[in-house]
C-alpha cells in the first residue's frame, strides 16, 4: 500500500489517505508518484494537492502527519516543533532537544522552563 499525504498551500499536511499500489503502476509494471497523485485528486478534487509519504521512512524523511510541514527544500516532512529550544536536524528532519536525552534507563520528560530533563519514573 501507498500513502500519500494532502498538503494545504502553506505545505502543512492536512490528510493522509491510502492508496493501493495497482494505482501508482505504470505500463511496465513501475510504480509512478505521479499515478498515484492523479488518482488521489480523481477522489477529492482537481485542486488538491498531494504528496507520497513513507510509512516507514524510506524516502521524504519521515512519515507524513496531520500538522506536518512538508519543506520542498529538504523533500521531507517534519513534525510541527515541540519546544521552543529544540533544533531540527538537517539530516533527519527531527526536532532534537538541545541536550541528549540521558541513557541510564530511566524514564525523563524535557522541562522547557529549565531546559533540562527531568526525571519521571525510575
Known sequence: MAHFAQIDNNNIVINI??????ELLNQDGNEVEQKGINFC????GQDTNWIQTSYNG????NYA???YQYDQTRDAF???????????NT??????APIPYPTDGKFYSWDEPTKNWVLIST
Open 17 to 22: 489517505i491510502v492508496v493501493h499500489n495497482n
Open 41 to 44: 485528486k480523481s477522489l477529492l
Open 58 to 61: 524510506n524516502f521524504r524523511k
Open 65 to 67: 502527519g496531520i500538522g
Open 78 to 88: 517534519i513534525a510541527p516543533k515541540p519546544y521552543n529550544s529544540w533544533i531540527l
Open 91 to 96: 539530516d533527519t528532519c527531527r526536532w532534537e
